[in-house]
T-cell receptor, first 113, second 112 residues
Framework: GENVEQHPSTLSVQEGDSAVIKCTYS??????FPWYKQELGKGPQLIID?????GEKKDQRIAVTLNKTAKHFSLHITETQPEDSAVYFC????????????FGGGTRVLVKP | DTEVTQTPKHLVMGMTNKKSLKCEQH?????MYWYKQKAKKPPELMFV???????INESVPSRFSPECPNSSLLNLHLHALQPEDSALYLC???????????FGPGTRLTVL
């Protein structure tokens, strides 16, 4: 089955700096890669996703890149703000897996004012 | 609107109690999911319903019993739980089983 590894497990950045979280996956059939943000006491919120026919996607301060050959994808947050502090989960899935999401272990991001 | 609602927000129950968790969405989604999340861990899939039929059961103990009364509602019936079942229970929905999943806020369950 699919295995997703996520690094780093914790990330502390100064407000205004950039944050990068990296994930690798094992199943070459995986073709959909969502990123979720989970604030304390809340459910995961989809922040951006990418499909395997696209190499990069941006939404304001958030971008995701995908390297299918190397089987890794990354989340980039620019101009970080204190409200970006949360746990971020990457995930991977494929039609063959019935859209069952395999999550990475999560990254706790702390943005210091 | 991508809102999934869950009730109750918090639940404390004894090991002999019977309780239910509820999930509702009005986005016309035809797939609904139950996940369990322990502290500092990612969500773990429990059940998937597609068009109101159970399509995936991830070998969940029978003390958890899901029910999908209609396309907008998903219940999780709890009976004879153990303290280790204490966790955040998340509901999610998607247009179809191959589409983006949207999560609700969760129910924080404590089993005493």
């Amino acid at each position: 089955g699919e295995n997703v590894e996520q690094h780093p497990s914790t990330l502390s950045v100064q407000e205004g700096d950039s944050a990068v979280i990296k994930c690798t996956y094992s199943d070459s059939a995986s073709n959909y890669f969502p990123w979720y943000k989970q604030e304390l006491g809340k459910g995961p919120q989809l922040i951006i996703d990418i499909r395997s026919n696209v190499g990069e996607k941006k939404d304001q301060r958030i971008a995701v890149t995908l390297n299918k050959t190397a089987k890794h994808f990354s989340l980039h947050i620019t101009e970080t703000q204190p409200e970006d502090s949360a746990v971020y989960f990457c995930a991977a899935t494929s039609k063959a897996a019935g859209n069952k999401l395999t999550f990475g272990g999560g990254t706790r991001v702390l943005v210091k004012p | 609107d991508t809102e999934v609602t869950q009730t109750p927000k918090h639940l404390v129950m004894g090991m002999t109690n019977k309780k239910s968790l509820k999930c509702e969405q009005h986005m016309g989604h035809r797939a609904m999911y139950w996940y369990k999340q322990k502290a500092k861990k990612p969500p773990e899939l429990m059940f998937v319903y597609s068009y109101e039929k159970l399509s995936i059961n991830e070998s969940v103990p029978s003390r958890f019993s899901p029910e999908c009364p209609n396309s907008s509602l998903l219940n999780l019936h709890l009976h004879a739980l153990q303290p280790e079942d204490s966790a955040l229970y998340l509901c999610a929905s998607s247009q179809g089983i191959y589409d983006t999943q949207y999560f609700g806020p969760g129910t924080r369950l404590t089993v005493l």
